[in-house]
């Protein structure tokens, strides 16, 4: 089974903080994504890569930057969190236009 | 832009009762794929459909897409409490992003 695990079910931080999520894949997807979800609104593709160091911005990357030094994994940073970005972010990976799989995703709370 | 539409928002239905929620799509889709979501979790994939015409169907819940590669419907029979969550119909671009509709939440009552 396809496997993606992101690191933290659940995370508080505080304003201005620097917030890593971490997300690793098991199975040599060279496509990997970051999305955040907030009701009414979707999924949001944040950041995408289709290879290792490379990296193209989504729909919304402001106040964010990604890592992806190894295939399985893909780093999402939040350089100094702020309260509206408080939501709910999920990871997946892909071969190509194949099916995204999904990490169980991370409930981010800034205060 | 790419977009899919997905009705309706919200759907509660009594236990037992068949439901439909449908996926637009502006654009002729290289393929249309059916997540599910539990509340507070990560997606889980159900299908995915790439031909016009294909229908595909696991347990209850049979997904169709039309001739023209732009509309899925995904529809359960005899829905159960299990069933509830977000209903989301995704798609992949020529640029391998993979993109979504606003989703469709479901709650059944027993």
């Known amino acids: 089974d396809v496997k993606v695990t992101q690191s933290s079910r659940y995370l508080v931080k505080r304003t201005g903080e620097k917030v890593f999520l971490e997300c690793v894949q098991d199975m040599d997807h060279e496509n990997m994504f970051w999305y955040r979800q907030d009701p009414g609104l979707g999924l949001r593709l944040i950041y995408f890569?289709?290879?290792?160091?490379?990296?193209e911005k989504g729909d919304i990357p402001e106040g964010y930057s990604v890592s992806r030094e190894k295939k399985e994994r893909f780093s999402l940073i939040l350089e100094s969190a702020s309260t509206n970005q408080t939501s709910m972010y999920l990871c997946?990976?892909?071969?190509?236009?194949?099916?995204?799989?999904f990490g169980q995703g991370t409930r981010l709370t800034v205060v | 832009s790419q977009e899919l539409e997905q009705s309706p928002q919200s759907l509660i239905v009594q236990e037992g009762k068949n439901l439909t929620i449908n996926c637009t799509s502006s654009?002729?889709?290289?393929?249309l794929y059916w997540y599910k979501q539990k509340y507070g979790e990560g997606l889980i994939f159900l299908m995915m459909l790439q031909k016009g015409g294909e229908e595909k169907s696991h347990e209850k819940i049979t997904a169709k897409l039309d001739e023209k590669k732009q509309q899925s419907s995904l529809h359960i029979t005899a829905s159960q409490p299990s069933h509830a969550g977000i209903y989301l119909c995704?798609?992949?671009?020529?640029?391998?992003?993979?993109?979504f509709g606003t989703g469709t939440s479901l709650t059944v009552i027993p």
């Open positions: 997946a990976s892909s071969r190509g236009q194949f099916t995204a799989f």
């Open positions: 890569s289709y290879d290792v160091k490379m990296k």
């Open positions: 654009k002729t889709l290289y393929g």
């Open positions: 995704g798609a992949a671009n020529t640029g391998n992003q993979f993109y």
